[in-house]
């Protein structure tokens, strides 16, 4: 939605969030960008997806299960400059702590990989496994948040390079969007694959690897905005 207010220039709105870290309220952040110029999007969870993977590892892969990940609740923005889209940014965070894990319908949608089924203790497990105290200490580190630090492409293909905070940790990566419907309504889709051990984390292991959860795990969204 478009947030009107007085004229702010956009390169100071920029730099004041760069110095202003973690801590800054994104709301705030992106009236502000509003402010300066262009449009902003507010994204909304009930009609978006972000979805993460983890996949069954070990010798004894087969006797252990594949597992999907999603957030109900989340807090994103986007922000659409006069000068384009090559120009826009935005912010992507939610709370590991939060997650549904392994939410049937999820798992009926992603066909006999993930066709097992899990007993609410089984879900209870996972959850300590991957986000308890040896793993990604989501009660330690509960936010995970993706910024966007430089967009290029055109049209409806993109390429972001982001930085992704987990468990406490900052990298960079390169990924690829598809953004439609701009400039009055915004959907963005795009997936990247992050490995545990690069924040930190040590992935879920049991009886000296004999069962274990792979490093690498995917992370999809479809993100909707208006």
Not at 119 to 126: L, N, Y
Request: net charge negative; charged share 20%; aromatic share 8%.
């Amino acid at each position: 939605s478009d947030l009107p207010g007085p004229t702010t220039d956009a390169s100071s709105v920029t730099s004041s969030v760069t110095q202003s870290g973690d801590n800054a309220d994104l709301k705030t952040i992106y009236s502000d960008l509003g402010r300066a110029g262009g449009k902003v999007f507010a994204l909304d969870p009930r009609f978006s997806t972000v979805r993460i993977y983890a996949f069954r590892g070990g010798r004894a892969a087969k006797l252990a299960h594949n597992h999907v990940l999603s957030a109900p609740q989340f807090t994103g923005y986007f922000y659409l400059p006069p000068s384009g889209a090559w120009e826009a940014r935005f912010d992507l965070e939610f709370r590991l702590d939060k997650l549904e894990i392994d939410d049937p319908a999820n798992r009926a949608a992603l066909g006999s990989a993930f066709a097992s089924k899990l007993s609410p203790a089984d879900v209870e497990g996972s959850r300590k496994h991957m986000l308890g105290e040896e793993n990604l200490q989501a009660g330690r580190f509960p936010f995970v948040r993706i910024h966007s630090l430089h967009i290029s492409g055109d049209g409806t293909k993109f390429a972001a390079k982001v930085q992704v905070e987990m468990h406490g940790q900052k990298r960079e990566m390169w990924v690829p969007l598809n953004v439609e419907g701009l400039p009055e309504q915004l959907s963005v889709a795009g997936s990247m694959v992050l490995r545990q051990t690069d924040f930190g984390a040590q992935p879920y292991t049991v009886l000296n690897g004999l069962i274990a959860v792979q490093d690498e795990v995917v992370v999809e969204f479809k993100l909707i905005g208006g």
